[in-house]
């Protein structure tokens, strides 16, 4: 899939936003945990992603109710659903001046159609090691979910499944998407959202 960039300036995709608050203390701490002078541009976004995947609960893995949203909140929580740990990893690169964007997929809510759709956050990542866009998927692996770093082929959580009519959204937005943001906002419980209230379409 060719993927296509909301904003033609690469400026655009370091910005600091409400969800993405990477000067808050605690995203510079570990920021600078995860990096030091031996540590290449690649190193860290695959030791950032990991982090995320493998650090940060999947809020609907261990059955929370607790809804987090903003970066630093997803950090001291230890836990949020794909969005808000898309959220987490944007800040802890674009701390370290990495662009990196937000991808969305729309995916079956369960394994087959009859428990509707949801859309699905992930990243993009521009490195200028390699001077393109890849994308990652941290929302956490399980059995059946493998998502892994990967230059070449793409390792996401998901594979689109055409005759489910799941789909790619090609745009790599600058800032979280409103319908994700909003939804977040406006629930409580997130088992109850996760099940009945996420966006089914960007």
Not at 6 to 34: F, M, R, W
Request: glycine share 4%; aromatic share 10%.
């Amino acid at each position: 899939m060719q993927l296509i960039a909301q904003s033609g300036s690469v400026e655009d995709y370091l910005c600091e936003t409400k969800e993405v608050n990477y000067s808050h203390p605690s995203i510079q701490q570990l920021a600078n945990e995860l990096y030091n002078s031996s540590v290449s541009e690649t190193e860290l976004v695959k030791i950032a992603f990991e982090y995320v995947r493998d650090q940060i609960a999947h809020s609907w893995d261990i059955q929370s109710s607790r809804i987090t949203c903003i970066a630093s909140d997803v950090l001291l929580y230890q836990e949020g659903i794909c969005y808000a740990k898309s959220n987490l990893l944007c800040a802890i690169l674009r701390c370290k001046g990495i662009p990196t964007g937000f991808c969305y997929q729309r995916l079956t809510l369960g394994d087959t159609p009859e428990m509707g759709y949801c859309i699905h956050a992930l990243n993009s990542v521009y490195l200028s090691s390699i001077g393109r866009w890849i994308r990652l998927d941290a929302r956490g692996n399980k059995p059946g979910v493998n998502a892994k770093f990967s230059l070449d082929e793409e390792h996401l959580a998901f594979q689109i499944r055409d005759y489910y009519e799941e789909m790619d959204y090609p745009v790599m937005y600058t800032a979280p998407h409103p319908k994700t943001i909003d939804v977040l906002r406006r629930h409580s419980d997130c088992i109850q959202m996760y099940l009945h209230g996420l966006p089914t379409e960007i």
